[in-house]
């Protein structure tokens, strides 16, 4: 079951710790079936990444953050890592998927994200790609990505406890 607006409120400012803190103006972000996560920082890649089956080998590339120029930054076609305003609580009752804004893909470019599991907690980060051979201009705090959230039929067995947990 998807969760409401009136659901998501409701754990916004009534459940401890609250689903979602730090967010810019509750009345915006909230949306019928979802919660918007704003542009914190955006960074471009310096390096490649490793990935094996059990994280032995796992490095995540290094980045370097691009500074906003009069409240923008413009970019070209090519992969960012996002970074968020928001803190997310996911308690071990739901689950989140992240969805991009339709003016973000009007404007050929979208968000790729992985699952928040039951018990994450952080500031979450997510891959932006711009399609458009012309670019694209984001503004500080821009709401890039709708989280939807799913109630679970039932608790799971375990909950997050990867690196990720506590992402600042």
């Known amino acids: 079951m998807i969760l409401s607006d009136v659901e998501i409120r409701k754990l916004i400012l009534e459940h401890d710790p609250p689903l979602i803190k730090d967010y810019i103006n509750l ?3 909230l949306q019928p079936a979802g919660f918007d996560l704003t542009l914190k920082t955006i ?4 390096d490649a990444g ?3 089956f059990d994280n032995k080998l796992r490095r995540i590339p290094r980045y370097t953050e691009l500074s906003f120029e009069k409240n923008k930054v413009e970019l070209k076609q ?3 890592l996002v970074i968020f305003n928001e803190k997310v609580n996911i308690p071990p009752f739901l689950v989140a998927i992240g969805r991009p804004r339709s003016s973000l893909l009007r404007s050929g470019a979208t968000v790729h ?3 928040w599991d039951p018990g994450y907690r952080g500031r979450s980060r997510a891959l932006l790609v711009v399609f458009n051979e012309n670019g694209i201009t984001l503004y500080r705090n821009a709401r890039l990505l709708q989280l939807v959230f799913f ?3 039932e ?3 375990k909950l997050y406890s990867g ?3 506590e992402e600042k």
């Open 50 to 52: 490793v990935i094996d």
């Open 43 to 46: 960074h471009v890649f310096n």
């Open 27 to 29: 009345d915006v972000q």
């Open 155 to 157: 608790k799971p067995g």
């Open 113 to 115: 994200t992985a699952l």
């Open 163 to 165: 690196i990720y947990l």
């Open 151 to 153: 109630r679970l039929k």
């Open 78 to 80: 090519g992969s960012y």
